[in-house]
């Protein structure tokens, strides 16, 4: 069994077609290539479990065996099958790329080589929050993450840039350049409060009190302050005012907490499709979550577990108090004791949400710190060792159902292990076609390579025109080494190929799938296939540097073999 985690929602279009060196048998094809479309599914047989392990000092602990960890699934232990070592490794990316020309050695003029194109896996989404986030609260912040891109950013790292407002957004890219100029063009975008001081100043908090909760009390702050600050008389005549206050404020609120939600649900869907590492880093002051918006936070979740994307949050607003600022308006003493109290307990439940999201998916909630530099260094910036444990649950249910899990150290005295909480199991047992889908369909957004079969991949192109290649991936695969089943005579097996295309910065493009079905003649099996099979799939592409993703797998034998290319078009 591989590793896999649930497939992305992607099809692949097919075009490619396959050499082999046999000539066909009287009695029918030795070989036949034909073009398979794919639709990956979601299921669930090997569930992947990174873990992070750290000593007191903080610091990340390295040469851990799968007898150092306890799993369990439900509270019921799990038999651990494999544990894997993932190190960051990597050069730091300079922050500045020197002239070539300049770079050339006296009297030498050839130029110096491009290195080859080093394949990203660590993809970081800095999410900030700027519906939220007060312009005193952005500029540490920022200055934090600009912090965090010049000492931390290597040569495996891609680092995106997203909004809630979804301005000056930049994709993944390692390119610091664009990305110091957007976080210098972030700005507070407030899309639905007030900017000036209302009367009354009710906040949503007061206000979902009010409208949601007929708090008598909150109703009767509000219309003594609607009293003072229009001048009215009686509590009566202050009614109306107040009440149309509260509609408004939680109406605002509504609509700035569901358009945060809503741009990290796009986040989490984007980045499932991601060829490695996953993490978003939220960057926020934090926002009132009311009851209507507990299924668009536990949609995020589920998306996040089910693309194996951690979020960890950081709380914008740093070691802040309990002492708000409302002195912008002279109210009585009775009044102003009751709105602090108000702006409390909206402080601390406006930080609900990004502790729940990180707890959840198994990130790290950063709070109550005014070293913000800390904070999103240790958030963003990927482990130098993580432990990948992968088990298989036992008598999995295919009922949807969620599946918290455990992870513990055995003897292991002053290490902490941090993992994700949970996974979901499938709504149906998966099909022998569903699960070869969905292997291959982990493998081709991986970067693990796979050598069950013997398979050398191999790249080619020609320019068609001066803005527009021909790429040609080629798989050639040693088929003397499958399993195949005897039938009529013949040896057959069928191989799937997929071949995917990225772009240098781990950005999926397309895909092409071959399906090569065999029914080989002893003779040509023993001594006619020397060379293999070549199996080619097609690109029409611009130029740049592409990373390439080959993917194979048979169906007698099913096993598979993945492996990664790179090639640069000038």
């Known amino acids: 069994m591989r590793l896999r985690h649930p497939g992305f929602l992607a099809f692949l279009a097919c075009l490619a077609h396959a050499q082999t060196s046999p000539p066909a048998a009287p009695g029918g094809a030795e070989v036949a290539a034909q073009e398979a479309s794919i639709t990956f599914q979601s299921k669930v047989n090997v569930v992947l479990v990174p873990v992070v392990v750290r000593n007191k000092a903080g610091k990340t602990v390295d040469g851990l065996t799968k007898d150092d960890f306890v799993l369990s699934d439900k509270g019921k232990p799990q038999s651990i099958s494999k544990v894997s070592v993932e190190r960051s490794g990597g050069h730091p990316i300079p922050a500045e790329v020197p002239d070539a020309e300049k770079a050339l050695p006296e009297g030498k003029p050839e130029a110096p080589a491009k290195p080859e194109p080093v394949a990203p896996e660590h993809f970081t989404a800095l999410f900030f929050d700027d519906v939220h986030l007060e312009f005193l609260d952005l500029v540490p912040v920022r200055q934090a993450a600009e912090k965090y891109l010049a000492d931390g950013l290597k040569e495996r790292d891609r680092v995106a840039i997203y909004t809630t407002s979804g301005r000056n957004s930049v994709d993944f890219t390692d390119d610091l350049g664009k990305l110091k100029d957007g976080l210098a063009k972030l700005r507070s975008n407030p899309v639905s409060r007030p900017q000036s001081q209302e009367c009354p100043d009710v906040s949503y908090y007061q206000g979902d009190l009010i409208v949601n909760r007929n708090d008598a009390e909150a109703l009767n702050v509000a219309m003594r302050e609607t009293m003072v600050c229009m001048n009215m008389q009686t509590l009566e005549e202050a009614r109306p005012f107040a009440l149309s206050a509260a509609r408004r404020a939680v109406e605002a609120g509504q609509y700035e907490s569901r358009l945060a939600l809503g741009s990290l649900k796009d986040l989490v869907r984007h980045m499932g499709a991601m060829p490695g590492q996953r993490l978003i880093v939220m960057i926020s002051p934090g926002f009132l979550r009311l009851t209507e918006e507990l299924a668009d936070e536990s949609d995020i979740i589920d998306r996040a577990i089910k693309a194996n994307v951690t979020i960890s949050a950081l709380d914008a607003r740093g070691l802040y108090t309990d002492t708000p600022d409302i002195s912008k308006r002279v109210i009585s003493i009775a009044v102003l004791q009751q709105k602090q109290q108000y702006e409390r307990a909206s ?211 099913q096993t598979m073999a993945a492996q990664n290319g790179a090639v640069e078009i000038p």
């Open 347 to 557: 402080a601390r439940a406006s930080s609900d949400v990004m502790a729940e999201l990180a707890d959840a998916t198994g990130g790290t909630f950063f709070e109550n710190s005014n070293d913000l530099n800390k904070g999103m260094k240790d958030l963003a910036t990927v482990p130098e060792v993580y432990y990948v444990l992968a088990f298989s649950p036992q008598n999995l249910k295919p009922d949807g159902s969620y599946h918290g899990l455990k992870v513990a150290l055995r003897n292991r005295p002053g290490l902490s292990a941090r993992a994700r909480r949970g996974y979901y199991a499938p709504h149906h047992l998966a099909n022998a076609d569903e699960e070869a889908k969905e292997e291959i369909s982990q493998a081709l957004f991986s970067r693990e390579e796979m050598r069950d079969i013997p398979v050398d991949l191999h790249t080619q192109f020609f320019m068609l025109t001066d803005e527009q290649a021909s790429l040609d991936v080629i798989a050639r695969v040693d088929v003397r080494k499958l399993r195949f089943r005897k039938v009529d005579g013949r040896n057959g097996d069928e191989l799937t190929v997929v071949s995917g295309l990225f772009d240098r910065n781990g950005n999926f493009l397309q895909a092409v799938s071959k399906k090569v079905s065999m029914r080989l003649k002893d003779e040509t099996l023993a001594g006619r296939l020397n060379s293999g099979i070549a199996v080619h799939a097609g690109f029409k592409v611009a130029p740049g540097r592409y990373l390439v993703r080959m993917v194979v797998r048979d169906s007698e034998g």
